[in-house]
């Protein structure tokens, strides 16, 4: 399965500001997804990260607040815009390959909105 | 670093045991299924999958035990260490590849 690498690892943000997530994968998928998990909790699927076109976002996540860009099949970015403590969370890249197999996780990115 | 799962229910069980992890899923349409462990300050590590044409799948120590009827999926761990001391998250296939998890296990394994 493939090897995703993520940055930044953690961020300390004020409110207000942006941060903008990076995803870069070693080989090629088929899929890109962003999840969030907040302190304590499971994860949740923010959005789908579609090559070359806009993303496929989830009941509760907009673009306007998760801005989604994926130029090409090894390569995706999330920005977390207008930050609120509430943004405050991990934010997890995730790649699958064809047929719903190697589904594989990032580090993630710790953000603390101060 | 923060440690996940602070709120999610906690399983304990003694070096040696054997852990049984239980997930209840949604979908009854769900067609794949994977079980993850999470470290903290890590991102969720895969550690086995089952498809529903299935009903049970073994791994290196690892189990998982797939129930359609009742919309249930279980992994058990044998020989429990305690390098398995993590969250466990059960996760499906929901359609379009996309991955609905569950509300996650604290394992806690004691020497």
């Known amino acids: 399965s493939a090897v995703i690498s993520q940055k930044p690892s953690r961020d300390i943000c004020q409110r207000g500001t942006s941060l903008t997530i990076q995803c870069q994968v070693d080989?090629?998928?088929?899929?890109m997804f962003w999840y969030r998990q907040q302190p304590g909790q499971s994860l949740t699927l923010i959005a789908t990260?579609?090559?070359?076109?806009?993303?496929?976002?989830e009941s509760g996540f907009v673009i306007d607040k998760f801005p989604i860009s994926r130029p090409n099949l090894t390569f995706s970015t999330l920005t977390v815009s207008n930050l609120s403590p509430e943004d405050s969370s991990i934010y997890l890249c995730s790649g699958a390959g064809d047929l719903n197999y190697g589904y594989t996780f990032g580090s993630g990115t710790r953000l603390t909105v101060v | 670093g923060e440690s996940v799962g602070l709120h999610l229910p906690t399983l304990s069980v003694q070096e040696g045991d054997n852990s049984i992890i239980n997930c209840a899923y949604s979908?009854?349409?769900?067609?794949?299924f994977i079980w993850y462990k999470q470290e903290s300050g890590k991102g969720p590590q895969f550690i086995i999958d089952i498809r529903s044409n299935m009903d049970k799948r073994q791994g290196q120590r690892v189990t998982v035990l797939l129930n359609k009827t009742v919309k249930h999926l279980s992994l058990q761990i044998a020989a429990t260490q305690p390098g398995d001391s993590a969250v466990y998250f059960c996760a499906e296939n929901t359609g379009f590849q996309k991955l609905v998890f569950g509300t996650g296990t604290r394992l806690l394994v004691s020497p």
């Open positions: 080989s090629q998928v088929t899929m």
């Open positions: 979908n009854s349409a769900s067609d794949y």
């Open positions: 990260a579609n090559q070359g076109s806009e993303a496929t976002y």
